[in-house]
């Protein structure tokens, strides 16, 4: 199995920038594939972004594209969330997944089998 740990969410102002970040354990990390998903009051989880083994193939909900930028560092098993711009819309519980798969079959939460807890992104007008 693999444990997921999301960190780094907070309050922050609209037009700040904040980074969450996720360390994974339990199997090994480097050729999973990662996500980021969030789910806002009211609404369904959504996809946000994913990042194949190497880092080189990242994409984004149109959403978030050109504000969000998805990472990974394999060495220390963690996969990173850097969001600029950030708007009001941007308020949700953040999340971390992974489908235990060199890539994802879609980006339906169902596809995704492994989650984090999710931490909270408050972003105020």
């Known amino acids: 199995q693999v444990q997921l740990v999301e960190s780094g969410g907070g309050l922050v102002q609209a037009g700040g920038s904040l980074r969450l970040s996720c360390a994974a354990s339990g199997r090994t990390f480097s050729n999973y594939v990662m996500g980021w998903f969030r789910q806002a009051p009211g609404k369904e989880r959504e996809f946000v972004a994913a990042?194949?083994?190497?880092?080189?193939?990242?994409p984004y909900a149109d959403s978030v594209k050109g504000r969000f930028t998805i990472s990974r560092d394999n060495a220390k098993n963690t996969v990173y969330l850097r969001m600029n711009s950030l708007r009001p819309e941007d308020t949700a519980v953040y999340y971390c997944?992974?489908?235990?798969?060199?890539?994802?079959?879609?980006?339906?939460?169902?596809?995704?089998?492994?989650w984090g807890q999710g931490t909270q992104v408050t972003v105020s007008s």
């Open positions: 997944a992974t489908d235990l798969k060199t890539w994802y079959s879609g980006t339906s939460p169902r596809e995704w089998r492994y």
């Open positions: 990042v194949n083994w190497s880092g080189g193939i990242t």
